[in-house]
């Protein structure tokens, strides 16, 4: 008998059988494909199954006017604010897991990537084989502006960009097309369109970026971009430093520090240090991003602390520790995955 719970995860996961090929659709279309619990249960599911031999190709698209706008996070505020921190933990174990089989996927996985791509939606396609752009591609990891950092492996693909656009992509939120993606790796491919030759900005930038965010700390990034916008006043270095300085100051430290950190890691590693620091992160405090964001929409986050040089190191240093064995914590479990070539694993 089919339950209420499989239906909707059925419902909010398109499935099609063409030959050797497998379609899958982000069916949400109204809360721009949100990854709920169920969809993610589901394609775990089906992404495990799919490595029959007699399927060859995995292709996931989303519903609607977005590929994926990051993962349902509301479920888990409402079960943190009831001191259910453990529901949230369980949720991110799942993502995380998804996001690993998908980043060691033996069969050919593409993302066609038209529309929102963020936060959590950028792990259900960042990992995989090639990754379709176009011309509606917007892309980002928006969680320092909610007092979050870069998850869902971002520690691992983000700090394998080009020189330190890392940085830059998982500091300021920066949005990406399609033609920006294309050009510093996150997508492989872009579908032809009029848009194809449009300037891609932030990577015209790059001799900028690299000069500055490749500073020690979060406070030098800051000054040596202020002190490029002294040199040459540049809108784009303004926005850069407006955004920097809307974000969590602590998010911003944690951030920088989870992609160096990335840097050398494999992509395992990656997602069992993130859900360490998720878990610590939910089991603390509900951030003020995601009240002023997500509940009250009042859009006036208050920090705690304020600024930059009020987050010390041993603030920072909390979220890269193992955390104790206890309350049922227990460190991610991500599944065995026997004999794989080097080649599957790097995709980017």
Known sequence: MTTAVEMASHSQVLMEDKYTVRILTLNRPNQMNA?????????????????????????????????????????????????????????????????????????????????IVMGGGAGVSIHGRFRIATEKTVFAMPETELGLFPDVGASYFLSRLPGFFGEFVGLTGARLDGAEMLACGLATHFVPSTLLLKKAVSICRLDVIDKCFSRRTVE?????????????????????????????????????????????????????????????????????????????????????????????????????????????????????RINLPSSIIAKL
Not at 42 to 48: D, E, G, M, S
Not at 90 to 99: K, P
Not at 288 to 293: F, L, N
Request: proline share 4%; hydrophobic share 40%.
């Open 35 to 115: 990854l709920s619990r169920n969809m993610i249960t589901r394609l775990l599911q089906l992404f495990l199954a799919y490595e029959d031999p007699r399927v060859k190709l995995v292709i996931l698209k989303g519903q609607g006017k977005a590929f994926c706008a990051g993962g349902d996070v509301r479920p888990v505020i409402r079960d943190i604010v009831q001191g259910k921190w453990r529901f949230g933990a369980d949720f991110f174990s799942d993502q995380y897991t998804l996001n690993y089989v998908m980043a060691t996927y033996s069969k050919i996985q593409i993302s066609i990537m038209n529309g």
């Open 220 to 336: 030098e990034i800051i000054s040596a971009l202020e002190r490029e916008a002294i040199k040459e006043p540049d809108e784009w270095i303004s926005a850069t430093l407006r955004a920097l300085k809307k974000a969590s100051p602590a998010s911003l430290k944690i951030s920088l520090r989870s992609i160096r950190e990335g840097r050398f890691q494999e992509v395992g590693q990656c997602l069992i240090r993130e859900y360490r620091m998720r878990s610590l992160q939910h089991r603390v405090l509900i951030t003020q991003g995601c009240r002023a964001v997500v509940i009250d929409k009042d859009r006036k986050p208050k920090w705690e602390p304020r600024r930059l040089e009020q987050v010390t190191d041993n603030m920072v240093d909390q979220y890269f520790k193992r955390m104790d064995e206890e309350e049922e914590w227990e460190d991610l479990k991500l599944p065995p």
